[in-house]
């Protein structure tokens, strides 16, 4: 029986992880981040791969930093056949990438060499992407960098947000792998090398990249609130109060107004002005401190002083 160590860390790599433990393969180890404190009160909270591998009580390692750790002599101690990573979140070593008989491989949410980094389904949303994918490959010391053994597409639609692709594409790695396993092991696969020449990164997602621009276009505001719900949140600040924007329309009435201003507002829509002369509609929003809420409550609450003219920074 080929006997495996999964590395992974959020909810992302759970279904993987469950789909190789339902197999004919053997997990012989699990290997996740460190707990880490959650919310305000900062509970000490196990990551959702070390939830899954405790149920069906698989022994877990969780090292700060992988590279020279004990926890690194243990993997090589258990002599996997095979590595198989999903959004882990550390290098790996040449030392351990090279123990596996069957090598390391790595489950990776996006169509490489496009959107290599710890941010691929964000940067997919974010730049207006039609299509994303999964793609396994083999693990080198750079990052996503490795011979691409298999890949499979899906359609990015209207509805889909972070959290929404995050789901879809999980499912579809799960599947991919599955169905890639038995001709790895079996010796019928042959690595394609990635096209160095069409490389995107997609580093993790900076504070201050959150900000709306309004001097963007309103389809480009669209991609970058739906490429950050519902983490980390795209925001705006009016009156130095910052505001975030869980939702918005591109409308396509078009305004000479200068960007970011308010164009016109009932009780039950608020219209802005941005870039290119287009404008959009915000549709759920959270004020600081408040819960969020769509447009007509906040309307009807903390936002009914506002007045067209006035201009969200």
């Keep these: 029986m080929t006997k495996i160590v999964f590395m992974g860390t959020p909810a992302f790599s759970v279904p993987i992880l469950e789909a190789l433990i339902s197999s004919e393969y053997e997990v012989i180890g699990v290997v996740t981040q460190p707990d880490r404190p959650v919310g305000r009160k900062k509970i000490l909270t ?6 899954a591998a405790v149920k069906h009580e698989i022994p ?3 090292p700060e930093k992988i590279s020279g750790s004990k926890e690194m002599e243990q993997i090589i101690e258990w002599q996997p056949d095979l590595i198989v990573t999903a959004a882990f979140g550390q290098f790996l070593p040449t030392k351990l990438l090279d123990v596996p008989t069957f090598g390391a491989i790595n489950v990776h949410a996006s169509l490489l060499p496009k959107y290599r980094g ?3 389904v964000h940067y997919a949303l974010i730049k207006g992407e039609k299509e994303t994918g999964i793609s396994i490959i083999y693990m080198e010391k750079k990052m996503d960098a490795g011979d691409i053994l298999a890949q499979r597409s899906l359609t990015i639609t209207r509805e889909d947000d972070v959290g929404t692709l995050f789901d879809r594409l999980s499912l579809l790695g799960r599947d991919l792998l599955i169905d890639t396993l038995p001709e790895l092991l079996k010796g019928n ?4 090398p990635q096209n160095e020449e069409k490389v995107t990164f997609s580093p993790n997602i900076k504070r201050e990249e959150e900000k709306i621009n309004w001097q963007k276009s309103a389809q480009e505001i669209d991609y970058q609130v739906r490429g950050m719900r519902p983490w980390p949140g795209a925001y705006t600040e009016l009156d130095g109060k910052r505001i975030k924007i869980h939702a918005v329309t591109p409308l396509e009435e078009t305004t000479d107004k200068e960007p970011g201003t308010i164009v016109a507002l009932d009780k039950n829509q608020l219209i802005i002005a941005c870039g290119d ?4 509609t915000i549709d759920v929003l959270q004020p600081s401190g408040k819960k969020q809420m769509d447009t007509p409550a906040y309307l009807s609450g903390v936002g009914n002083q506002l007045r067209v003219g006035e201009k969200f920074d």
Excluded: F, N
């Design 277 to 280: 002369q287009t404008t959009l």
């Design 46 to 51: 196990p990551s959702p791969v070390k939830e």
């Design 189 to 192: 696969i042959t690595a394609v």
């Design 118 to 120: 710890g941010a691929p």
């Design 60 to 62: 877990v390692l969780q």
